[in-house]
């Protein structure tokens, strides 16, 4: 015989003793860009390294990086959405992206966790590499 749990048992609240770990989960909530009054905006220039196989080779390369910014402007996590080529440029956008510091997002006049995607475009061409500064686009 197969047991099918009662529909309250499914949808039900906290059991004493997991309050806590509700309201954890409701807190981590990460505003998109377009639901906050004003963004997290970075207040510090970082260093992007080109990595030097790929600038030797003239390589050039795209990294989509998704950001979760806490509401003090720290970065919570990040993590690689997508790379072209794959492994050649990951770790210099996660390292650029890594030691950039912001300034939080706004909501209703309150600090609000956002997340942000910031393309960090590596090209060969460009006036400034191996190395130049990074912001992300609004």
């Not at 950001?67 to 402007?73: A, C, H, L, Q």
């Amino acid at each position: 015989a197969v047991e099918v749990p009662l529909l309250r048992d499914v949808v039900r609240g906290p059991r004493p003793g997991e309050e806590h770990a509700l309201a954890e989960l409701l807190l981590d909530v990460y505003f998109a860009s377009n639901e906050v009054d004003s963004r997290a905006e970075p207040v510090n220039e970082v260093t992007l390294v080109y990595p030097l196989f790929p600038f030797e080779r003239k390589m050039s390369g795209k990294v989509i990086i998704s950001v979760f910014i806490n509401e003090r402007g720290g970065i919570d996590k990040l993590y690689v959405t997508s790379a072209a080529p794959p492994g050649y440029f990951e770790d210099a956008a996660i390292k650029a992206v890594s030691a950039l510091e912001f300034h939080p997002a706004f909501k209703d006049g309150v600090p609000v966790k956002n997340r942000k995607t910031i393309v960090i475009v590596f090209d060969p061409d460009d006036e400034s590499p191996p190395a130049r500064p990074v912001t992300p686009a609004p």
